[in-house]
T-cell receptor, first 115, second 114 residues
């Protein structure tokens, strides 16, 4: 998977929006941007993914820069349950070989939510 | 919502025992995976299955085997448990035929081998 860069940690107040940035300057044309998060003592949780256009789902929004070299995960109103490590990864949309299934997370961004 | 259920959250076994970890998904996904997660080492793929009775080795298959007799169920077997297999084990499932598809995880089984 191509490399992504995220801040080590961020803080947010409860009920405020949170913008989690991710840089991926070496992204290729067929790479999708995926976000996962992992709460303490739980398995990773898929959040959202996109290719070029901004995406919304019930959990979050994904804003993708026009040149696709960066993206931002937006949590519209942070809750205590959103405190987790957030991972931004790139996944090749064309490759279907056996090796394409391995998920490789970097260090991610640890989000703290202050009550 | 996708539901991936792992049979145990916590498990303690002894060295040399045969250990079975079970995973069930309810979304009719073709693909299922077993990972282990260790501090500082991240996620490592043990095995995955892309269809019933089909399996492929991941990065660290040694000491493990898997079974997929039904589409919704994927089992991980530790043939003879050893202390270095103490870890968090995560099962995941994904639809489609491309590796790009999102993977949905269970809550994990924290396995301790004494």
């Amino acid at each position: 998977d191509a490399k992504t860069t995220q801040p080590n940690s961020m803080e947010s107040n409860e009920e405020e929006p949170v913008h989690l940035p991710c840089n991926h300057s070496t992204i290729s044309g067929t790479d999708y941007i995926h976000w996962y998060r992992q709460l303490p003592s739980q398995g990773p949780e898929y959040v959202i993914h996109g290719l070029t256009s901004n995406v919304n789902n019930r959990m979050a929004s994904l804003a993708i820069a026009e040149d696709r070299k960066s993206s931002t995960l937006i949590l519209h109103r942070a809750t205590l349950r959103d405190a987790a490590v957030y991972y931004c990864i790139l996944r090749d949309g064309l490759y279907s070989g056996a090796g394409s299934y391995q998920l490789t997370f970097g260090k991610g961004t640890k989000l703290s939510v202050i009550p | 919502d996708v539901k991936v259920t792992q049979s145990s959250r916590y498990l303690v076994k002894r060295t040399g025992e045969k250990v079975f970890l079970e995973c069930v998904q309810d979304m009719d996904h073709e693909n299922m995976f077993w990972y282990r997660q260790d501090p500082g080492l991240g996620l490592r793929l043990i095995y995955f299955s892309y269809d019933v009775k089909m399996k492929e080795k991941g990065d660290i298959p040694e000491g493990y085997s898997v079974s997929r007799e039904k589409k919704e169920r994927f089992s991980l077997i530790l043939e003879s448990a050893s202390t270095n297999q103490t870890s968090m084990y995560l099962c995941a499932s994904a639809g489609g035929s491309l590796g790009n598809q999102p993977q949905h995880f269970g809550d994990g089984t924290r396995l301790s081998i004494l």
